[in-house]
């Protein structure tokens, strides 16, 4: 496995610094306490453009000089960013085109960040500048270990510019007017286009939207924040050849505004690096491990099994979340440790000193208000000597043997206003299946239903409305592969057009016909005679070339359940959302990464090509538990046998003999 960091010495801690919002004294304490933690990674100039680039022409270099002469000094590298995520106000002002306007056509202000039109050419030129312009001065500085372009790119416009670009995306994707009126169904409701002029951003409207007009927009917006990514890292290429580039994604579980998978196709290439920021949800019904671990999965997904890196979390609270909730004692510890189990090469932060001022005053940093005498503090400092420890783990492959799949235009598809349920949305769906394989200690992919799929021994599409057709799958399962289906899958196709017979490119490889579909209400379930329940949605289904594994009780000639050997794999259909999907599970035969251990003990593992191999074992109880194997223990160089207690709270990474 190829170094992603070459220029950083083992896995990377540390965070977002923001030295230019402090006196130069304090620079002085966090260099020393940086080093007393084991920092050797930050992330600098995210949002500097203002004092880079005060006015137009004006460039001053000078306190990022200091800051990256600082750092080098201190011995510790710098993901140095473009700053392009943030135009000042007087770039605004002096181009208001370059100001985002909402559905509804109101231009938004300047005064936070992220105020930009992704297809204004004023802007488009000035990131290009900008990037070019620190590559050509920082290249080759000695602090320097990757470049960090933009930051969360995530920002949609709908202005007359916005049009233009639609209009030629379009073009390229559809060809011509005829085409784009047959993908987008336009004989519906009188809105055949006559001309391309009539083409616009899905802006408000007196009624309902298009689906495919919003399906193609979310594709369009998603590709124009991909080009301008694009053209910056080429600018920063051009002038600093094989320094690593990345930006940070929201790979996240509840940010689905990219298709990251596309990213993934750039960012997953020589010297460059897949990397997410990763801010937990208080509230709801999946553990905040699990959620790590979701977060992890997805991001090691895009990166298809290789190396990425955990570029921002939060040490405790994220304010924007809404609210203080603060992570108990050894809790930023152990998620750490997992995201680094579940692949990340290090673990980095938002950010590394708590701001005074600001939108982000209230939220929690490495070092926080209360300084260095603090639990999070004194955590953070535990958290550099573990990682320094597991060095060796570096460039070993996460070992998983199933996948669930995730498609970023399946989901937006079924996001789409007029479907038949309301309560099937499914991002969601796909981390309440990831929670459960992962409580039973199901090392989980998120993968592509386009991609191969073969290495896998189960595969689950617990959500998959949007499916062009069969072959991967069929393939996939006729080569021996477990296949799982939840109901709503093979729908539509990529226009979001309904295939004929239900259901839809599925309907052959389940061997299930599906009459109609009979959705839930809120809180309604519905009873199998397996003993299990369902919600949200039930349908009558029949059996066309498949075993009836459990019906609907009270529906005698409605499938539920159903069963299908073929080639030599198998695939089941769920006609329900399962409410307990353990029994369910009950009946496939997977493996976890250690077999017998309790709820609540995580435990991935990670292997090097040559056979080395290391147990993460994380304890998210409070009670003590012995994981069956043998080694050394890397977090305290202790000899670990099947009898070692691993304590409540704790962590072990096992070098297994
Ligand atoms: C995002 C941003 C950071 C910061 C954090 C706070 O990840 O990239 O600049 O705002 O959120 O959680």
């Not at 940086?34 to 022409?57: D, Y």
């Not at 312009?133 to 960090?148: F, I, N, V």
């Not at 929690?364 to 208000?369: E, F, K």
Request: net charge negative; with cysteine; glycine share 10%.
């Amino acid at each position: 496995m190829t170094d992603i960091v070459p220029t950083v010495e083992g896995l990377a801690f540390g965070g977002d610094y923001n030295p230019e919002q402090w006196p130069r004294e304090v620079w002085d304490e966090d260099i020393a306490l940086m080093r007393e933690a084991g920092v050797n990674l930050v992330s600098v100039n995210i949002f500097s453009w203002g004092r880079i680039n005060p006015g137009p022409g004006r460039w001053h270099f000078d306190e990022l000089d200091a800051i990256m002469d600082t750092l080098a000094e201190a011995g510790i590298k710098a993901d140095l960013a473009t700053s392009t995520a943030s135009p000042p106000p007087w770039f605004s002002q002096l181009h208001p085109d370059t100001l985002p306007v909402d559905p509804e056509g109101h231009r938004l202000n300047y005064g936070a960040r992220a105020e930009y039109c992704p297809h204004a050419p004023a802007f488009q030129d000035a990131v290009v500048e900008m990037a070019s312009k620190l590559a050509e001065r920082y290249a080759g500085h000695p602090a320097l270990a990757m470049w960090h372009i933009g930051n969360e790119y995530y920002r949609s416009c709908y202005c007359d510019l916005a049009a233009e670009a639609f209009r030629a995306w379009l073009a390229e994707r559809h060809g011509d007017l005829d085409a784009l009126n047959d993908a987008w169904g336009t004989t519906f409701w009188s809105q055949t286009f006559t001309d391309w002029e009539q083409v616009l951003p899905p802006r408000i409207s007196a009624e309902t939207p298009n689906p495919g007009h919003l399906l193609d927009f979310k594709r369009f917006s998603s590709d124009a924040l991909l080009k301008l990514f694009r053209s910056e890292a080429e600018a920063v290429e051009r002038h600093s050849p094989g320094v690593p580039i990345t930006t940070n994604l929201m790979v996240t579980g509840d940010f689905s505004g990219l298709d990251y998978h596309r990213w993934g196709e750039h960012l997953n290439a020589a010297d460059r690096l897949i990397a997410t920021d990763h801010y937990l949800i208080p509230e709801g019904p999946i553990e905040p491990e699990a959620q790590v671990a979701f977060g992890a999965d997805a991001s090691r997904g895009l990166a298809r099994g290789g190396p990425w890196l955990l570029m921002e979390q939060a040490a405790n609270s994220s304010a924007w979340r809404g609210g203080y909730f603060a992570k108990k004692p050894g809790e930023q510890l152990r998620h750490s440790l997992s995201y680094v189990a579940h692949g990340s090469e290090g673990a980095m932060y938002f950010q590394w000193r708590a701001s005074r001022y600001g939108t982000e005053r209230w939220h929690s940093a490495m070092l926080p208000h209360g300084g260095p005498e603090t639990k999070t503090f004194r955590e953070v400092k535990t958290l550099g000597g573990w990682l320094k420890r597991l060095a060796e783990v570096k460039g070993s492959v996460v070992q998983s043997k199933a996948a669930i799949l995730l498609d970023f235009e399946s989901v937006w598809a079924a996001a789409n206003p007029g479907q038949p349920s309301g309560h099937m949305a499914s991002y969601p769906e796909l981390r309440r299946w990831h929670a459960a394989l992962w409580r039973r200690g199901v090392t989980c992919d998120l993968a592509n239903p386009a991609w191969d799929l073969s290495r896998y021994a189960a595969v689950f599409a617990p959500s998959l409305y949007l499916l062009e057709d069969d072959a991967n799958l069929r393939r996939y399962v006729e080569g021996g592969g477990t296949l799982v289906v939840g109901p709503y899958s093979g729908i539509v196709d990529r226009n979001d057009h309904v295939h004929p017979g239900l259901p839809g490119a599925l309907r052959d490889l389940l061997g299930v016909r599906v009459e109609e579909f009979a959705p839930l209400h809120e809180g309604e379930t519905i009873a199998l005679d397996d003993g299990t329940e369902g919600h949200a949605w039930s349908e009558i289904a029949k059996a066309e070339d498949a075993e009836v594994a459990a019906r609907f009780i009270g529906y005698p000639s409605t499938g539920a359940l159903f069963h299908r050997g073929l080639g030599d794999g198998e695939v089941w259909y769920l006609s329900t959302r399962l409410t307990d999907l353990d029994p369910f599970l009950d009946r496939l035969n997977l493996t976890p990464t250690v077999p017998g251990l309790p709820a609540g003990v995580e435990t991935v593992r990670r292997a090097h090509e040559d056979g080395r191999t290391y147990l993460f074992a994380l304890n998210h109880t409070d009670r003590p538990v012995t994981i069956p194997t043998e080694g050394t223990d890397l977090l305290t160089g202790a000899t670990w046998t099947p009898k070692t207690h691993l304590h409540g709270n704790s962590a072990a990474v096992v070098r297994e003999r």
